[in-house]
């Protein structure tokens, strides 16, 4: 008796018709994009099976790709080879079209894929991932010109991380013609870690974008099923019992039916036996096709299979049409896959230890004679688990090397670590002949690349320890040249100069290419720690050599270098050779070189607080990162952050929280702590949650989050009035970064006068004991900030618009506390002296909310000492600055200051219709909270919109607002 399927679908109608209708396949809706969610098992295959039929009633083209459980094996954008494989069956016409323009997409080819094909080419070069993202994106778009086109991807929650990268591409740039996007996941795999978690919570926020969730069918809907299923019908305990063990899940519940209708009616307690029971019903030759294709997963060729079985033509094909009748397996063009996924990961699990290595080893064999088609991926993890180790090696650095052709880091460094996994055995690394230090720098550069600079530096550290005392000394020279330049790119305290040095006396005599990556190198080291004379006769001694050798590549890298040297001369010369470096590294494909240059320019630019030149430059770097597949690569994702400090400083905050937002993929540690350190700073500025101290364990690791992190804190301090707070924060990271930096690093002038302000504001509510003790602990903290001052040393000799407003800042609000306190209190005039001169520093250095701050501050000073007049003429400007921002804390220290917003006799902001809404409300009597409630909004929300209103209405209350909206027949 062969077990049933259901072919009708049941209890998901309304789920249908809903993704239907968002994908616009039934509505006049344009195209959408659909995120479809549920449980293994619960049904999201057949629904989208049946979705797939209606869109074809509908006139509409169906394309789909699956991604493979292959973690261990990662082939980069394995759906879209997939998806372009069938393209290439129903429409070689427009595909070759394609292709003729957009010729990266013949990298995604499936022939091109697999090894030994003649159409692979010597595929050299690294691919512009842009390129490839361009040509999918054309591809379907020429595909949706002929008919409407629904692309489905399935089991995303096994998706690497280039086909995410892919999938966020295609949502955020959307089409023109009619193209609609389903992609399905298992969200119980999405574990805390699993990259695709926060991937999922991006893709949500991106316009057009819908997620659809399956919940478990209700127990009626069950019932009808198993009718479907068992028209005869079921006792009703078995019935029962199948309802309750089932839980909703549709494939349990053909399962667990299938095994109370089958022979003997013995339905097994655990439900991986449960599963294992429908292998029980096939015959031996039947059983033998289906254990070999659990070994190649979810889906296998017919090839493959043929290959790797064992079995002659006969038996396989016998074998496999009653797997396919006993719904075992489902047959597609060329190919089988098991109905579930679960159902071929529980045949796999039941194989035997020796079993499972001989069927690996099949696979092995199949691969290696070249009787089928398959890629060095998938002939390590076969490798791999066959124990064959010496082709796992081998495959592995191939796959590595794939990967990287094809913009996919992460999945490169994947593969090279296990290779460097298969080699710490010491007497396969004797017996393989390979240059071990090459190996190891791929797997450092490719962690690098994908973000990861501490452990491409921990990587490089275990192997060289590991390496024997009789390894070529050329060995250690490579990995110990590459180990300083990722050193410099982390807070690990290792001195990188040393490295280096050392390296370059190991290299062998003579020209070579090692000699000259070495002497690069070390002149980049140098130039990075400030000794700028050696740099540059090293550097010169690199750019000889790399021309003489005809090596392009690493001569872009070198004067990339020697150009950043020209910061002692004047900022002109040194924009000029850095613009002559980018278009050197362009023509040479010296990636590292061209982002490093762009990256340096817009610093320059940002040092003079030039920032639409700023912005240009670092804008490119991003966009040339992201086009290389390497948003996280050194001097690629460090643009993005100034990017997001500029937008800060300009008050471009949403544009800044986009920025920050925007990324592709799952971001690692420190990168993802970086932007967040940013964000908080706004959220904090708006009087939203922004508790820095979760960022606390990346202080050590990147002094960019310290800075940005204990600046929060100190704020939050400040805020509540505790002042020894503010400084036992001051003390704890200023030790951590006097550790990983030095004692007198830049950023404790900054650090410094926040605390300072932070203790200020505590003053009034401190003892005159108290107080005297704090002025002691200020004034410490304000001379080391001028010893600061005095040690700061640049080749530039600049000290630019950033580092003198928060000198005086420092200078100011050491003042203010000293005047607060009662302490020595300085001269009237020469504290507003000293804030006015703050105000015009920070005018020229452009901060918005800093200077609004100060602006506030002074107003405050001002009210005190009798200048109304001048108060309120500042306080003005700080709080239209505070309205703009939606920065409300500083809109209440205004109000609390008792100045009030001038007067004018002018149609005031238009006010929008929800903010009409609000006011009527607030009119009324109405809370914050009750306000919410009634609309449906966050009281967080509500909040953001009653400051708005009182700034377009100059209003200082609630009060006043409804007063002067009932005058001007804004509210009736």
């Known amino acids: 008796m062969a077990a049933q399927t259901s072919r009708t679908l049941i209890g998901r109608d309304a789920e249908l018709t809903e993704i239907a209708s968002l994908l616009g396949v039934r509505s006049s809706d344009g195209p959408g994009v659909v995120l479809l969610s549920g449980d293994a098992g619960v049904g999201k295959t057949r629904l989208l099976v049946e979705l797939r039929d209606l869109a074809f009633t509908e006139g509409w083209q169906v394309c789909a790709g699956h991604c493979l459980d292959f973690g261990d094996s990662a082939l980069p954008y394995l759906p879209f080879s997939e998806v372009l494989g069938r393209l290439g069956t129903d429409l070689p016409q427009i595909v070759e079209e394609v292709a003729a323009q957009h010729p990266a997409l013949a990298r995604l080819q499936p022939g091109r894929r697999v090894m030994g094909s003649a159409e692979r080419g010597d595929d050299a070069a690294a691919l512009d991932r842009a390129d490839l993202f361009e040509a ?5 778009e020429a595909a949706a010109a002929k008919a409407p086109l629904l692309l489905v991807i399935e089991d995303t929650h096994w998706a690497d991380q280039s086909t995410r990268d892919m999938l966020s591409f295609l949502f955020s740039r959307g089409f023109e013609g009619p193209v609609a996007l389903v992609v399905s996941y298992r969200s119980d795999d999405l574990h805390r870690r699993h990259p695709l978690r926060r991937q999922v919570a991006e893709w949500s926020r991106v316009r057009g974008v819908q997620r659809v969730a399956l919940s478990p069918l209700p127990d009626d809907a069950v019932r009808a099923l198993i009718a479907e299923l068992v028209p005869e019908g079921l006792a009703e305990k078995e019935l029962g019992d199948i309802v309750d063990r089932a839980e909703g899940n549709a494939f349990f519940v053909e399962e667990l039916t299938s095994a109370a209708s089958g022979p003997g009616s013995w339905v097994p307690a655990d439900l991986a036996d449960v599963l294992l029971v429908r292998l029980d019903r096939l015959d031996d030759t039947a059983r033998q096709v289906v254990r070999a294709a659990s070994v190649a997963g979810r889906k296998v060729s017919h090839e493959m299979l043929a290959g790797a079985s064992g079995l002659d033509l006969g038996a396989l094909d016998e074998g496999l049409r009653k797997a396919v009748e006993m719904n075992v397996l489902v047959a597609s063009p060329g190919s089988y896959s098991f109905r579930h996924a679960l159902l071929g990961e529980a045949v796999y699990d039941d194989l035997l230890p020796g079993e499972r290595v001989r069927l690996h080893t099949q696979y092995v064999a199949a691969l290696q004679a070249g009787e089928v088609r398959g890629t060095a991926a998938e002939l390590a993890r076969h490798a791999r688990l066959a124990n064959d180790l010496d082709t796992a090696l081998s495959a592995s650095i191939q796959a590595g090397n794939e990967a990287m052709r094809v913009g996919g880091p992460d999945e490169a460094a994947y593969h090279y670590q296990q290779a460097l996994e298969l080699l710490s055995d010491p007497r396969r690394c004797a017996q393989v002949d390979l240059d071990l230090s090459k190996l190891v720098v791929s797997a450092a550069e490719a962690l690098s690349a994908s973000g990861d600079p501490e452990r491409s530096v921990k990587v490089l550290a275990e192997q060289i320890e590991r390496l024997p005392v009789n390894a070529p000394s050329s060995w250690r020279a490579r990995m110990m040249s590459t180990q300083a330049i990722m050193i410099m790119n982390t ?34 080291v140098l130039a990075a720690m400030g000794h700028y004379d050696e740099a540059q006769a090293v550097g010169m001694d690199a750019l000889t050599l790399a021309e003489k050798l005809d090596l392009h590549e690493l001569a872009s890298e070198v004067i990339t270098t020697l150009s950043g040297l020209k910061k002692s001369g004047p900022k002109e010369g040194l924009r000029a050779a850095l613009a002559d470096a980018v278009v050197r590294a362009e023509e040479s494909g010296a990636l590292g070189s061209e982002l490093r240059a762009r990256y340096l320019l817009g610093r320059s630019y940002e040092d003079f607080a030039e920032f639409d030149e700023t912005e240009k430059w670092f804008r490119s770097a991003i966009d040339r990162a992201v086009r290389a597949g390497q948003p996280f ?6 643009a993005r952050w100034q990017l997001a400090w500029v937008y800060e400083v300009q008050g471009r905050w949403d544009e800044m929280l986009v920025l920050t937002d925007d990324l592709s993929g799952n971001p690692p540690p420190i990168p993802r702590a970086l932007l967040a350190s940013l964000r908080l700073r706004v959220q904090q500025a ?15 690791r990147e002094g960019g989050v310290a800075i940005n992190a204990a600046s929060i804190e100190m704020d939050a301090a400040g805020l509540r009035g505790d002042a020894a707070g503010a400084i036992e924060v001051y003390d704890e990271v200023v030790s951590v970064l006097s550790r990983i930096w030095h004692e007198w690093f830049s950023a404790r002038i900054r650090l410094g006068a926040v605390t300072i302000g932070a203790v200020a504001q505590a003053m009034p509510s401190l003892s005159a004991a108290e107080r005297a003790s704090y002025v002691e602990r200020i004034d410490r903290i304000h001379a080391d900030g001028h010893v600061v001052l005095d040690r700061y040393s640049d080749p530039s000799g600049h000290w630019g618009p950033e580092g003198r407003a928060w000198m005086k800042r420092l200078d100011a609000e050491t003042l203010r506390a000293r005047w607060l306190a009662g302490v020595d209190a300085p001269p009237l005039d020469a504290l507003v002296d000293t804030w006015r001169d703050a105000v015009a520093l920070y005018e020229d250095f452009g901060h918005v909310y800093e200077l609004a701050r100060v602006r506030a501050t002074l107003a405050g000073i001002l009210r005190a000492s009798g200048d109304l007049a001048g108060a309120r003429e500042l306080a003005d400007r700080a709080r239209e600055a505070a309205h703009r921002l939606g920065a409300q804390p500083l809109l209440d220290e205004l109000r609390s200051i008792g100045t009030t917003p001038v007067r004018e006799e002018q149609a005031p902001d238009a006010l929008t219709p929800r903010e009409s809404e609000i006011l009527a409300l607030v009119a009324e009597g109405r809370s914050n909270g009750e306000i919410g409630k009634q609309l449906f909004i966050s009281t967080k929300t509500v909040s953001v919109h009653v400051s708005n209103i009182l700034g377009k209405l100059d209003a200082s209350g609630r009060t006043e607002a409804a007063a002067i909206a009932r005058r001007r027949g804004l509210i009736g």
């Open 136 to 140: 999918v994106h054309a591809l379907l």
């Open 686 to 700: 708006r009087g939203l949650d922004a508790d820095a101290r979760k960022l606390r364990k990346f202080w050590a």
């Open 491 to 524: 807070e690990i305290l290792d001195d990188p100069v040393q490295l280096s040095t050392e390296a370059l006396a190991l290299v062998p005599d003579g020209d070579s290419g090692l000699r000259t990556r070495v002497l690069a190198d070390h002149a980049r």
């Open 633 to 638: 690569a050194p001097y690629g994702f460090e």
